[in-house]
């Protein structure tokens, strides 16, 4: 076979198909993959990656009256605009 190809994969497909003709039985393979078709190509462009969606965190239920002890990292500033009753925690 004597013969000029686009592409590595079109050269593998034309060697396949000789090897399975009817009556075949050796192949005196001499294509070629033309390099300055295969340089006018355009070029693909990678696909994106699949986005990922993250999981919706879920609500956490707490039972009224639990005691919960906040740390923060850093301080914490508030405005009061109404009076402000404290009372004291049940022993």
């Not at 696909?47 to 005691?67: L, R, S, W, Y």
């Amino acid at each position: 076979m004597h013969s000029k190809v686009k592409t590595p994969a079109a050269q593998q497909k034309i060697q396949q198909i000789a090897k399975d003709a009817p009556g075949a039985t050796d192949i005196d393979d001499q294509t070629a993959v033309d390099t300055g078709a295969m340089a006018n190509e355009p070029k693909q462009a990678a696909a994106p990656p699949p986005t990922v969606e993250k999981p919706m965190p879920q609500p956490i239920v707490i039972p009224a009256g639990t005691v919960l002890t906040v740390k923060v990292g850093q301080a914490l500033s508030f405005t009061v605009s109404a009076p402000l009753t404290i009372k004291p925690a049940a022993q």
